[in-house]
């Protein structure tokens, strides 16, 4: 099994940063690839960042340029990098593992509020 715990929400004026820590333990070698999700009320959880064991990343196009993932050498950390927030950033970030055939693995969430 697979452990996700997120840190690093809270509340951030537009413009500011904010840097997102997801913390994975039990059988992180069953993890080829780790992303960060976003949602709100009215919108369907959608991916904004991941990055793949080997370190390739891919960003939604609405954080391109502004939002940075990245992992330690252990491959039991990930990081969400947040600058030039902006008040639709505003959301729930989920950290996500997935394993191949397995089931993927959420954390619970941290809450991202960016002020106008």
């Known amino acids: 099994q697979v452990q996700l715990v997120e840190s690093g929400g809270g509340l951030v004026q537009a413009g500011g940063s904010l840097r997102l820590s997801c913390a994975a333990s039990g059988n992180i070698f069953s993890i080829n690839r780790m992303g960060w999700y976003r949602q709100t009320p009215e919108k369907q959880r959608e991916l904004v960042a991941s990055?793949?064991?080997?370190?390739?990343?891919s960003y939604a196009d609405s954080v391109k340029g502004r939002f940075t993932i990245s992992s330690n050498n252990a491959k039991d950390m990930v990081y969400l990098q947040m600058n030039s927030l902006r008040p639709e950033d505003t959301a729930v970030y989920y950290c996500?593992?997935?394993?191949?055939?397995?089931?993927?693995?959420w954390g619970q969430g941290t809450q991202v509020i960016v002020s106008s």
């Open positions: 996500s593992a997935e394993r191949g055939t397995l089931p993927r693995r």
């Open positions: 990055i793949t064991r080997d370190g390739s990343t």
